[in-house]
């Protein structure tokens, strides 16, 4: 679980920002907070409002950054690939902060780091706990020694195991946070006693899910649907649910020369897949008329199958079967909704995601957050939405401390600030409020007068 995440200086954001999903005193929606973990609760769910550019998505992009750079890290001798705030001189001579306050496997942690282009300045791992913080580990370039491990140095009881945990810090990259480097040297099966380090490891690789505007989510559970009769179930029960009109999904075999896909691409898939020789491994690929295919290798021979749709026909007792390229944006968007609303009720998911109601109708993205809240009530998930959905802006769905504002100063950086700094009544209705500019998080649109080449006669 996420409790918090601050961010200074990368893209629109210049001073130090938190976005925090510590509930507040309230006692309205319980439901909506996770059970507590070394007596620490957070909100299950948080909705991001603001105006175009204001820095919703960058606040994502920051977010999972941090994910890439721990779980992919840097090439060697290159630089660390972002973008400082560029509108303040300053700024560009300051290091950038990332640091993220996590709840997983019943610990809480707070892990960050600075950095700049050229080097990861500082990293640091602490538990917390509502009274104090324990260091697990320190990195600071500009200290004597500039790693200290000594809180796991000292639960190690074997000098081998101690010498390959100091040799992996002091091998690490000056580009490369200590964490990836843990994660890409074999240390978990070197070096006992790290646990801590390989939980945090694991909350960014299986835990954290950052969904972008474009990205698809989980297409190789369409690949399980033919094997396991009650995920099929589910999933047509939830395309029932949300009123598609298909009846059913399948996966449909074809021929390889088939796919629309780039020659090039398929081969080397292809050949990646035979070249393992298992029948466990697939692949999927998604076309850019936006149909899905699954690649395996079945009996030492590549199987192409292509996901379909089931359609009933009046008058007839057979379905019609459709490639997903002919179903509409908005039912291919719920088809991959489904897949992720299943794993954040599976518990320990945190999905965070941008633009959630892309080419969907407001009443089945309210409906949707609904649904996970009230299905989530003994079930530790979040889910971060940035949104320009205003209809997703009452109290009757969301607490206010899970509505949230993103708005730019007169200088161009991005500021954070919660709903529940306002003084409004629990029964108050705010999206009128929120549309006419009370919480400053619309666009400020201009004169039209001064649109004076509107005011010429052109012709």
């Known amino acids: 679980m996420l409790i918090r995440f601050s961010v200074e200086n990368f893209l629109s954001f210049s001073d130090r920002q938190k976005f925090s999903l510590i509930p507040s005193k309230g006692t309205l929606k319980s439901d909506h907070k996770t059970k507590k973990v070394k007596a620490i609760s957070v909100l299950k769910t948080s909705v991001l409002f603001g105006a175009n550019a204001s820095g919703k998505s960058n606040l994502i992009k920051a977010i999972e950054f941090g994910k890439r750079l721990v779980l992919r890290g840097t090439k060697p001798e290159t630089q660390i690939d972002y973008q ?31 950095f700049n282009s050229d080097v990861i300045k500082e990293e ?56 990836n480097e843990i994660r890409g040297r ?32 989980n297409e190789g559970l369409k690949f399980e649907l033919n094997q396991d009769e009650e995920l099929l179930t589910t999933f047509e029960q ?48 998604l076309s850019n008329k936006n149909t899905t295919y ?15 749709t089931k359609h009933s026909v009046k008058g007839q007792s057979n379905f019609e079967k459709f490639d997903t390229s002919d179903e509409s944006d908005g039912t291919n968007r719920i088809m991959d909704f489904i897949p992720l609303l299943m794993d954040l009720l599976k518990g320990n998911n945190v999905f965070i995601i941008d633009e959630m109601e892309r080419s969907l109708h407001p009443n089945l993205i309210y409906d949707l957050i609904d649904l996970f ?31 949230w504002f993103v708005v730019k100063d007169n200088f161009g950086s991005s500021r954070l600030h919660t709903l529940e700094e306002y003084n409004i009544r629990f029964d108050k209705e705010i999206r009128k409020d929120y549309l006419l500019g009370r919480f400053k998080a619309i666009p400020r649109i201009g004169n039209r007068n001064k649109l004076t080449i509107l005011n010429q006669n052109l012709l």
């Open 373 to 403: 809240i009230s299905k989530a009530v003994n079930i530790n998930s979040q889910l971060i939405l940035a949104s320009h959905e205003s209809t997703l802006l009452t109290q009757k769905l969301l607490r206010k401390d899970e509505i």
């Open 124 to 179: 640091w791992l602490f538990e917390i706990t509502l009274k104090n913080e324990i260091k697990i580990f320190e990195r600071n370039i500009d200290k004597e020694v500039i790693f200290n491990l000594d809180n796991i140095l000292k639960n190690i009881k074997v000098d081998e195991e101690k010498q390959f945990l100091k040799f992996t810090a002091k091998g690490t990259p000056k580009n490369q946070l200590f964490l």
């Open 84 to 114: 400082k705030f560029r509108l303040d001189k300053v700024a560009n001579i300051k290091d950038s902060r990332l640091e993220y306050e996590i709840q997983h496997d019943g610990k809480n942690y707070a892990y960050g780091f600075v």
């Open 238 to 285: 939830f395309l029932k649910y949300f009123d598609t009109g298909i009846n059913g999904v399948c996966l449909e075999k074809i021929d390889f020369e088939s796919v629309d896909i780039p020659k090039q691409i398929l081969t080397k898939i292809k050949e990646d897949l035979l070249s393992k020789r298992s029948e466990n491994i697939r692949a999927s690929i």
């Open 294 to 308: 699954f690649l395996s290798v079945k009996e030492n021979d590549l199987v192409v199958e292509k996901f379909m």
């Open 186 to 217: 074999n240390v978990r099966e070197n070096v006992s006693k790290i646990e801590d380090l390989l939980t945090v490891i694991d909350w960014f690789q299986n835990s954290l899910k950052v969904i972008l505007p474009d990205d698809k989510y």
